[in-house]
């Protein structure tokens, strides 16, 4: 059948208008995270007290890609809705994919811009930053994302 079909999509003259609905349908769906991974000029890590995470409320700043939203844009748009930190120099780390849910991560590194002040909002209670060895709870894959960028490189 899947050849049956493969076949049929080559030979139909669909339009794409036609063609991009079929494919949404038929294909699996994710949801789309981004989060940064700031430090500062002394190696501290940037975390985030996100007030709707009871059990592990510390964590990277980020959220999630509405659709249409290039990526670079949606982290900016993201940490200052919910700080009112301006960031800068995004560099693409890696893309993670979840193992919990249908879900995509995208890390980002950046700065946060010189003219930054922290402004709490309904998502996010504090900011601070965090040296290495005195890290707070953390979920478990932000801690992995550290052992990845950070630990591994200040071992050597």
């Not at 789309?32 to 510390?58: C, M, T």
């Not at 700043?61 to 930190?85: M, T, V």
């Amino acid at each position: 059948m899947k050849r049956f079909l493969y076949w049929l999509w080559r030979i139909l003259p669909l339009p794409m208008m036609i063609r991009s609905p079929i494919l949404w349908a038929g294909n699996r769906k994710f949801v789309i995270g981004i989060a940064a991974l700031i430090q500062n000029d002394q190696g501290e890590i940037l975390l985030f007290k996100h007030s709707y995470r009871k059990d592990v409320p510390w964590g990277f700043p980020g959220g999630y890609l509405k659709r249409g939203e290039d990526p670079d844009e949606a982290i900016k748009r993201e940490i200052h809705e919910e700080s009112g930190f301006k960031i800068m120099n995004l560099k693409l780390l890696e893309i993670i994919r979840s193992h919990e849910m249908e879900r995509l991560e995208i890390l980002f590194q950046a700065e946060l811009s010189d003219d930054s002040t922290f402004i709490p909002s309904i998502e996010v209670a504090e900011a601070q930053f965090f040296a290495l060895d005195s890290l707070p709870e953390m979920l478990p894959e932000h801690f992995a994302i550290l052992e990845r960028h950070i630990l591994h490189t200040t071992e050597k």
